[in-house]
């Protein structure tokens, strides 16, 4: 039994040594051999189907780094501050109420962001600010940050929660008040945890695929306002690996933009990874 | 002399203050979302009926119902459950019960953050290059199945860790003591103490594939079929991919429609992490230990 169980336990590591050998077995090939990587990162030419094909993506990571950006600019200090509220502040009911409700929230389906981000946010942006267009980096920006806010808040929360209450007793035993404890004692205590729950949120932000693509108005573009609208990789992807012939050079170019994607993720959970060993050393 | 001095009543103020702000940042993201889910429900609602559960998109997919989408997912969700469920089990009992501290269980713990952490369009890259093409199950209800399941392996695993987790250690060394091996113990003690833990986390896997769209775009969900799947080689509709269908690809649809479908979709997942968070409410009250 134990070797059958053990079977389970690494099929996790074949899953991802998986995804990404076959993942690069399309891709790695064409990123290697025909694609120019001066042109891939430095080209905002993503024109796969002309009939000189370029695939210049800096137009694409540009979009997913200002929609990702925008989103943390705006989720990362409310879900810290709902964080420490919820684990410090709220008591009882209330703190059971605000959980269930945080979890819930992080329940809704990507695609039903990307539809709220079209058909609701899309009006409200053009009449609030007078724009022509109201699927851009703002509003892509603001249905992601609601969507990594809950799952961002629940891991800061658990963080808070994992400093011991001794600490905050012993504070508190000095004279601390309640913020004194939070800002002196619990924040540095848990600042690894902090830091990984807001990396869980980038990497989240960065794959983010259905929500951006509906959002985001989806036009290859380097943003220089919240206004303009832009293309996040994973949208790339999303929009284009249904029309292309199997083993075309645009097909490997989109399998080429999955391995950029699984390898900044997985260097994003590695050193989240990294950060919560280190607290737990501490 | 003890009484409270000026100090302490800025030093309340302060604290207030900071309370205050707290608390209106946690309102902040909450109610925005509340507000909206408002309207889902304000113009969605009027569309649902029996009928749109139960009929088929008529009319170019402007009119009529999403009966093939929903038994579409019921498949998907199935198919899905009966890969993953076992597996994942199987890896948390591992974890839970067996894994000693070393490299291997650390690479475990770092692959399943990993697979939780890949964008699902990765997994879709992955479902058609592993199922739909290498071991040729074609666009099917049994590649997006797979793809999904590969997809929210992690979070089976992790919910079922944790219920095996939280039976007490003493349960174990009193069932060892009476002389049963590990697998007995775990077979008879652990597994019937967290048996309805690791239904809460099933819960939320159903959930969570239910939802899920950009895996199953290019592996097995059709945009349109006018029948239903009979074998697991068949593609189908879905709702989620139903869902970004009619509200982005189909022109001059009626507005309600793709509200209907949002909110359906919205009522059944919210409906699911609320069994599943009920359950682990009442499994939490009910525990004797």
New interface residues.
Partial sequence: ??V??????????V??I??FV??A??GLGFALGELSWVEFFTSIAWRPTSDSPTYGSLALIAGTVSVTGLAMLL?V???L??A???AE??TGRVREG?K??????A??????W???G???MNPFIIETFNVPVGLNVLNAGIILA?MA??IM?TIAEDALKAVPDGYREAAEAMGA???QV?WRVVLPSAKHGLVAAIL?GV??G?????AVL?ASGHSVNLPTSPFDSVRAL?AT??AE??ETA?GSDHYKA??TL?IL??TV??V???I??VVVRRGEKD | MFGPIAKDFKNQRIELGFKVLFGAMTCLLIVPVIIVLAMLIDRGGPALSWEFFTASPTNGMTAGGIFPALIGTLWLVLVALIASVPLGVAAAIYLSEYAPDNLLTRLINLAIINLAGVPSIVHALFGLGAFVLFFEFGTSILAASLTLAVMTLPVVIVSTRESLQAVPHSFREACWNMGATRWQTIRRVVLPNSISGILTGVILEVSRTVGETAPIMFTGAAFFLPFLPESVYDQTMAMSLHLFVVSTQVPNVPEHLPYGVALSLILMVLVLNSVSIALRTYLRGRKKW
């Fill in positions: 039994m134990r059958l169980v053990l079977v389970g336990g690494v099929s996790a590591i899953f991802v998986a995804i076959f993942v077995s399309q989720s200090p409310f879900s501050g709902a420490i509220y919820i502040f709220a605000l269930i409700l945080v979890e819930l929230l329940a809704i389906p990507s695609v039903v990307g539809f709220i079209l058909s609701i609601l806010a809950p808040t008040t309640r913020w939070v869980l990497g989240r960065f794959g983010e695929t259905m509906m994973t992807i999303a690996l249904g199997n989109l399998f999955g994607l699984f993720t997985f994003i959970n590695l989240a990874d």
